[in-house]
């Protein structure tokens, strides 16, 4: 990779105006991995010039031919699947299984909006007057701006991108500091693959004012902002001020439900997947485990034995099952949620603590933790934490688990391990979140099914499938008169 990893607009890697430069490091190193261009607002502003400037040629290009580039960029993607993970794993630190699956998500969706350009289904209705066809046809939005965060720097970026662009949209990628090396990689895959310049252009910089810029942008159509509830709120305000569509995908405080019938073995291979893959720092990740009192004891003694085997280290290494935390920021929140945990009487089991000691002391690493008697008025129940850190909390049955779990502002992702049909049926019903999974852990969506969050940690829109469709159009209503002469809707009946 040439440094400084450049911004990419109108189809040219270009500099930056400020001259300046920010470092993106490895977690479990501290190497750079990339210097790359720090840049401000003039940048925004040309990119969004360029992606104006490209939307009427893109709207215009058949979107089967629209369609046939996504297609190389998904066989693309799969040919330098391998490398791209391996940046991924430097400069974010999930371990390099973790972060192929990233790729392959990338890939996954890749071939499915590649396949909606053939598809892309608007309608036909009879109108109620004669001689008169109605339709309805999708419509891009127009210039789109995407912000992203770093948790999954080539998946997030391409389920905004994929769907943005089958549609005819046009795109500034604002990705997030922690991550500048993979989105550029990703842009140029999109290059190289023949996307026509202007229309996806890359911005990096180090500064949350970027992504403001590029919200309150005069011309920017629509906001798909990914990234924590705090932010995701002032995106909001911002773009309701400019009157501008927001779709938001924000922050989790997902649950385990485990039944006094469920098939325990099962039940914590899904918990540490849940709780502890990708360090605990995923939108998905399974923060509280809501625990049956026939089962609890059992089952927490099952789970610290399972968990004193895990592997903390460097993700590139075979074997490692855990890798840092992204940043220190980010390890100093984890600790100060131990202290809040410790402080309201939760009871520390194990872990809790920065792993420092010979080949953790130039990374981020942190300590599997398990708390114990944590009750859901604490902020270790309540409050996103985005680490490895998982809160037993006790229930007598399912009603009350179930209660406990929507006891929460948000509404991402519930499993609920249980082997009576009528349970899961019921908790399929009641539970108050956008993905649930039965028998599973809290996390594993699929591309074709629709991704996002009720109440706080959503605004109603979702990504993926046929759903993300919605999200990147406008549907254009089409009336067509073939009676020659005026037909009044609704007064001309008789
Ligand atoms: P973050 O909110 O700090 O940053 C997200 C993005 O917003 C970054 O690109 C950042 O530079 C940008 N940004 C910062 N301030 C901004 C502003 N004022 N205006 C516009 N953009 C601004 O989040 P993060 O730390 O990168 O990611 C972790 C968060 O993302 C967690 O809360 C996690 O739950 C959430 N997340 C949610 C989903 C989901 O689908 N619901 C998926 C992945 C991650």
Partial sequence: MKTPVKNFIGGKWVGAHSGRTFDSRDPATGEVVGRCVDSGPEDIDEAMKAATE???GWRRMPAPRRGEILFRVAERLMRDKETLART???EMGKVLAEAKGDVQEAIDMAYYMAA???RQFGFVV??????KSALCVREPVGVVG???PWNFPIAIPSWKTFPALILGNTVVL????ETPVTASLFVQVLEECGVPPGVVNLVLGSSPELGAALVRHSNVALISFTGSTATGDQVAMDAAAGHKRVALEMGGKNAILVMDDADLDLAVDGITWSAFGTTG???TACSRLLVHREVKERLTRMLLNRMAKLTVGNGLKPGVEIGPLVNHAQLERVQRYIQAGMQEGARLLTGGKALTDGEYARGHFFAPTLFDQVKPTMRIAQEEIFGPVLGVLEVKDLEEAIAVNNSVQYGLSTALYTRDLNRAQRAMRDIRTAIVYIN???IGSEVHLPFGGMRRTGNGHREAGQAALDTFSEWKAIYVDYSGRLQRAQIDKE
């Fill in 88 to 90: 991924v794993t430097r």
């Fill in 126 to 131: 009879p109108s109620e007057l004669p001689d």
């Fill in 281 to 283: 720092q995923r939108c």
């Fill in 174 to 177: 604002k990705p997030s500091p």
């Fill in 54 to 56: 490209a939307f009427e």
């Fill in 146 to 148: 995407l912000i992203t």
């Fill in 440 to 442: 599973a852990g809290t």
């Fill in 116 to 118: 909606e350009g053939r």
